[in-house]
């Protein structure tokens, strides 16, 4: 009788087990927020994921309306977070383009825009 349901759990474990190692750390949360209109242009953008990052291979980019590069460089990385500070850009729509590698190994990436001005 423990064989048999031995034999019937076995593949339900298995399947937990594989659906926890395909986890990919996906965007959870931004500030500015996702389509969100700010009166100013931010001095940091901050994403969260749902993983935890390798800092070394994720980043992010932050363009102007104008399609100028205004982050200030490479990203700060710390657990599921990731910031860029970001120099003034003016007013209009503000494009965030991030990549991640989570600690499971999975990459995703995507983008968002946020608008600036009155």
Do not use: C
């Amino acid at each position: 009788m423990r064989r048999s349901i031995l034999i019937r759990i076995a593949p339900l474990l298995l399947l937990l087990a594989t659906g926890e190692a395909n986890a990919h750390a996906f965007l959870e949360r931004a500030e500015p927020r996702v389509g969100n209109k700010v009166a100013t242009p931010p001095r940091e953008v901050t994403l969260w994921f749902t993983e935890k990052l390798e800092a070394a291979f994720s980043g992010v980019t932050v363009t102007n309306a104008a399609g100028q590069r205004i982050d200030t460089g490479k990203a700060r990385v710390s657990g599921n977070q990731m910031s860029v500070s970001v120099r003034s850009g003016g007013t209009g729509t503000y494009r965030v383009k991030w990549h991640v590698l989570s600690v499971d190994t999975h990459t995703t990436d995507g983008d968002f825009t946020f608008q600036v001005g009155p």
